[in-house]
């Protein structure tokens, strides 16, 4: 009775783990996403050249809540691409577009 009591907890915990970070990768993903935006629509105000970094405090501007309000669940520090560019980057989940292939589940 004990043994089975310990392999349902270990069950437990085991499936706990699996969406974890899933959760965090997405909303870590969704975070670059409004980053990403951001930036292109500070770069179209302010007229800023493809390649070129737009400054953090006007990219602030154009999140709802600011820029502090977005933080990756899992701890990161996003880094902001260059207008037009890969677009951010999480020192966690990695570059946007890959975090977002890994959470479609394309490889
Ligand atoms: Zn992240």
Redesign the pocket.
């Known amino acids: 009775m004990i043994r089975i009591t310990l392999v349902l907890t270990s069950l437990v915990i085991a499936a706990g783990c699996a969406t974890l970070p899933r959760m965090?990768?997405r909303?870590?993903?969704q975070?670059?996403e409004m980053l990403d935006a951001a930036v292109e629509q500070c770069a179209v105000v302010y007229e800023i050249e493809n390649g070129k970094y737009a400054p953090i405090d006007k990219v602030s501007t154009f999140i709802k809540d600011g820029i502090e309000s977005l933080r990756?669940?899992?701890?990161?520090i996003?880094t902001l691409g260059p207008v037009m560019g890969h677009g951010p980057e999480?020192?966690?989940?990695?570059p946007k577009s890959e975090?977002k292939n890994r959470l479609l589940g394309v490889r």
């Open positions: 965090e990768l909303t870590c993903v975070n670059m990756c669940p899992a701890g990161g996003y999480c020192s966690v989940h990695g975090a």
